[in-house]
């Protein structure tokens, strides 16, 4: 029994995908229209849930509200000021932790026995919040810039030292041995052997620091009352504007997305390409 | 000076010479601050009102805790016994949040990861709401619950939520196609190709899930009872700090490092080390 | 005597991963395999070799012909067909014990009885002393033949082999082949056994099917009547039955594998 032209074309048609979960999965392909049809279909149920419940304007404004507000502050100079003020902290606070932070980090890393003493206290204060030492920080400073910047400064500092420290003690001894052999000197292992071994923790350290600074200004401005992102949606909630607190919301989600997505992790990865050890 | 030298000789059998040599280098920075502390509380440089002395900090434990009857009134939380009641609340929050929100969490991210086309269509989705989760939902929380337990308990839920959603999607993903084959070739079912496969291949990135949302859900947390709770240990220290009882505040900050380092290393460790290692699995940052 | 495995007038295509377009795999495909046979298929890579085992393991829908097990058509994969695949496809969160008794463990059999088929399994391996080890802690030719074991242990009807030997080193493929061999001769399963090595294909089958290049169709089946217990690698490099066999076999592959180039 041979096969026949019709089961061929049967077989042939089952091979083919049916032309509209073909469109739909190069319609998936491109990001760029997967993004604008989740985001449409986000919308949609966000205007349908907030088209339903009693006193939307308190609960769930709609996305028109939320974008009439956006609106209103952006042509009230707000928005731009608030951002502005935000990532001045952010910029200044983590600028200063990681200045601080790597040459330290190198520092106590070079010598084994001084890394060694100094590696679990970091990774103690690596993990105790900085939010958690707010409050201590309100009493020596008050509800003032100061305060804001200490909690930043000290949210960023503590996961690059540690990162830049562990980094350091984590490049194989054989690449120092080998750099020995050729006559290096001590500072010419620092140089060339140290410094760039360590540069993926340098790149992770400084991702995760500013990913912590970023949550803690956005809680040291709501719980200091200064102005910016975070104390724009608190004030909103106080005074019961639940559409601004939306907006900023968003906006906060937005500028960590570009910052992380766009910015930090492209520098991470093409640090750690460039200088990364491959080793297992 | 033999005496000396036959307890060193124990110790080190005991718990190794490199571990022995790195605990005894290591805490000397910690013993270093400690004695620093004494000598500010001994020669004032800085005055109380700032470094309250250990001593006070001590004394603040039994302040807090004046007027407790015992064991029972602890664990009922009751009002006498304000610092265990602060840590149990605490605590309390995190565990019912943790039982809620790893289950869902990690059932939405499976269902989501065993479709690569929706898991990629959802990726967004994932990515958005782990920028804002934890402190910028807090004034939303206090617009929807008010200030309380309810507003405390979802911001941590949505931070446990979102992070184990998205990293079992992810780690779900990623399980290589030829192990599922395997099971169902056997005969296995969709539930035995979920309980067998998935979610064993996705924990590196479940357990990983869990170490973020632990970090960042206790920050949260801590943050959260600052601004609208009304128990628990963030709230303890900022109403202490409001009335500048610096001593409490200081202890508050004391113990919420000791909880905090203490899941990390006997629970979230060892979860580790009993899965990921013991399989030989690759452990991938994500 | 009825076939066990039946596959008629199989014809097969399939998406391609990015373009969508038809790839066509299988044309006309027809083979019978008798209850306890051992049987090879070779072609050059890309022949539609693992798109055929896929099918018959289940894995993959077909549209057009027929394959039947028993008798009874494929639908889906089932335990009567067991499949040891290529790469290393035991799970690494199960002990060899565990992955060995797997199949057992999904079809709910008991404990006690489960243990006992294991360890049985275990020693017919040669995996004695390592039932507790994970998979990352063993060879790769240890981790093959917990793959083998892991199938042979559900006692499926028929074992496809989707080319199991081609990732370990050449001195353990030797090892493993024959001691493919002489687990067929204990278990007398049905077996099919893919594979790109010519030399493979002619050491272990009773009968090797030869596929042409892409469409795939089956271009010879050659027959290596030499009794399994005579198969060992020491004799058969110097046995002309063997030889002839694979020579014949490797000549009717190279005629694909060089109109390929000429193209």
């Given at each position: 029994m041979a096969v026949t032209n019709t089961d061929r074309s049967i077989s042939e048609a089952a091979g083919r995908r049916s032309t509209l979960a073909q469109l739909w999965r190069q319609i998936i392909r491109i990001d760029a229209m997967n993004l604008v049809i989740l985001v449409a279909v986000v919308l949609v149920i966000w205007t349908v849930i907030s088209a339903t419940i009693a006193n939307p304007a308190r609960y769930l404004p709609s996305p028109l509200v939320v974008g009439l507000s956006s609106v209103d502050m952006i042509y009230k100079g707000l928005l731009p000021s608030y951002f502005g003020d935000t990532m001045l902290r952010l910029v200044v606070g983590s600028f200063i932790g990681i200045v601080v932070g790597v040459p330290f980090g190198l520092a106590v890393g070079l010598n084994?026995?001084?890394?060694?003493?100094?590696?679990?206290?970091?990774?103690?204060?690596?993990?105790?919040?900085?939010i958690a030492l707010f409050p201590i920080l309100v009493i020596w400073w008050g509800n003032s810039d100061t305060t804001v910047l200490a909690v930043i400064l000290y949210t960023a500092f503590f996961p690059i030292a540690f990162n830049v420290l562990s980094g350091v003690r984590e490049v194989p001894i054989r690449f120092i041995q080998a750099a020995r052999t050729l006559g290096a000197s001590r500072w010419q292992i620092i140089k060339d052997v140290l410094v760039p071994g360590a540069m993926p923790h340098i790149a992770t350290g400084i991702r995760l620091s500013i990913g912590f600074g970023w949550r803690a200004v956005i809680a040291g401005e709501m719980l200091a009352g200064r102005e910016g992102l975070g104390w724009m949606i608190f004030s909103a909630q106080d005074g019961d504007n639940t559409a601004r607190v939306i907006l900023g919301m968003v906006m906060i989600g937005l500028t960590w997305i570009v910052l992380d997505h766009y910015v930090l992790r492209p520098f991470e990865s093409e640090t750690i390409e460039r200088w990364g050890l491959v080793q297992r | 000076m033999s005496i000396f030298n036959d307890l060193s000789i124990a110790l080190q059998r005991k718990i190794g010479r490199q571990r022995l040599r790195k605990w005894i280098l290591g805490s000397i920075p910690f013993i270093f601050l400690i004695i620093l502390w004494e000598m500010n509380s001994y020669f004032v440089w800085l005055e109380p009102v700032y470094i309250p002395t250990s001593g006070s900090v001590w004394e603040a434990i039994f302040t807090l805790q004046e007027g407790c009857e015992g064991v029972a009134a602890a664990v009922a939380l009751d009002n006498s016994c304000l610092m265990t009641t602060h840590i149990f609340s605490s605590i309390g929050r995190v565990i019912l949040a943790a039982v809620v929100g790893l289950p869902l969490g990690i059932a939405f991210g499976v269902?989501?990861?065993?479709?690569?086309?929706?898991?990629?269509?959802?990726?967004?989705?994932?990515?958005?709401?782990?920028?804002?989760?934890?402190?910028?939902?807090?004034?939303?929380?206090?617009?929807?619950?008010?200030?309380?337990?309810?507003?405390?308990?979802?911001?941590?839920?949505?931070?446990?939520?979102?992070l184990l959603f998205f990293n079992t999607m992810l780690g779900v993903r990623g399980v290589a196609k030829v192990f599922e084959q395997s099971v169902l070739t056997m005969g296995g079912s969709r539930w035995d190709v979920i309980t067998q496969v998935y979610i064993p291949g996705a924990m590196p990135s479940i357990i990983t899930g869990c170490r973020m949302a632990m970090g960042f859900g206790w920050r949260?947390?801590?943050?959260?009872?600052?601004?609208?709770?009304?128990?628990?240990?963030?709230?303890?220290?900022?109403?202490?700090?409001?009335?500048?009882?610096?001593?409490?505040?200081?202890?508050?900050?004391?113990?919420?490092?000791?909880?905090?380092?203490?899941?990390?290393?006997?629970?979230?460790?060892?979860?580790?080390?009993?899965?990921?290692?013991?399989?030989?699995?690759?452990?991938?940052?994500? | 005597m009825p076939e066990k495995l039946l596959v008629e007038n199989l014809t097969h295509h399939y998406p391609d991963e990015y373009t969508g377009e038809s790839v066509h795999a299988l044309d006309d495909v027809d083979l019978s395999v008798q209850e306890g046979e051992f049987i090879s298929v070779v072609g050059p890579s890309g022949c539609g070799k693992s798109t055929l085992l896929n099918i018959l393991a289940g894995l993959l829908p077909y549209h057009v012909g027929k394959v039947t097990v028993d008798g009874h058509m494929i639908h889906g994969p089932g335990p009567e067909r067991g499949v040891v695949f290529q790469e290393h496809a035991i799970l690494p969160w199960r002990t060899v014990n565990r992955n060995i008794g797997h199949g057992l463990e999904i079809r709910g059999v008991p404990k006690a009885e489960r243990d006992n088929r294991v360890a049985q399994f275990v020693d017919l391996v040669g995996l004695t002393g390592f039932e507790d080890k994970y998979p990352h802690e063993l060879s790769g030719g240890m981790k093959q033949r917990t793959a083998v074991a892991r199938t042979l242990c559900a006692d499926p009807e028929v074992m496809l082999m989707d080319e199991p030997f081609a990732a370990v080193d050449a001195q353990t493929r030797i090892t493993l082949q024959e001691e493919l061999i002489r687990i067929s001769i204990a278990t007398k399963k049905t077996i099919i056994f893919i594979t790109h090595s010519v030399d493979e294909a002619a050491f272990l089958a009773d009968r090797c099917v030869i596929f042409s290049r892409r469409p795939g169709r089956i271009k010879a089946i050659v027959d290596v009547d030499i009794p399994r217990e005579e198969r060992i690698w020491g004799n058969m490099n110097a046995d002309t039955r063997f030889t002839s066999k694979r020579d014949e076999i490797l000549h009717l592959v190279r005629e694909e594998v060089s109109v390929e180039h000429e193209e």
């Open positions: 084994r026995t001084v890394a060694d003493m100094f590696y679990p206290i970091l990774n103690f204060f690596q993990s105790v919040s900085g | 269902i989501a990861g065993m479709n690569r086309t929706l898991s990629k269509f959802l990726e967004p989705i994932g990515i958005f709401f782990n920028s804002i989760s934890g402190i910028a939902w807090i004034p939303l929380a206090i617009v929807w619950f008010g200030i309380g337990w309810q507003t405390t308990l979802f911001i941590m839920l949505n931070t446990i939520f979102w949260a947390l801590i943050a959260a009872e600052m601004i609208g709770g009304d128990s628990g240990l963030g709230f303890m220290i900022f109403t202490s700090a409001a009335e500048f009882k610096i001593e409490e505040v200081f202890l508050g900050v004391i113990i919420i490092s000791i909880i905090f380092m203490a899941t990390d290393r006997y629970l979230l460790v060892p979860m580790e080390r009993w899965t990921i290692q013991r399989w030989g699995l690759v452990w991938k940052p994500t | -």
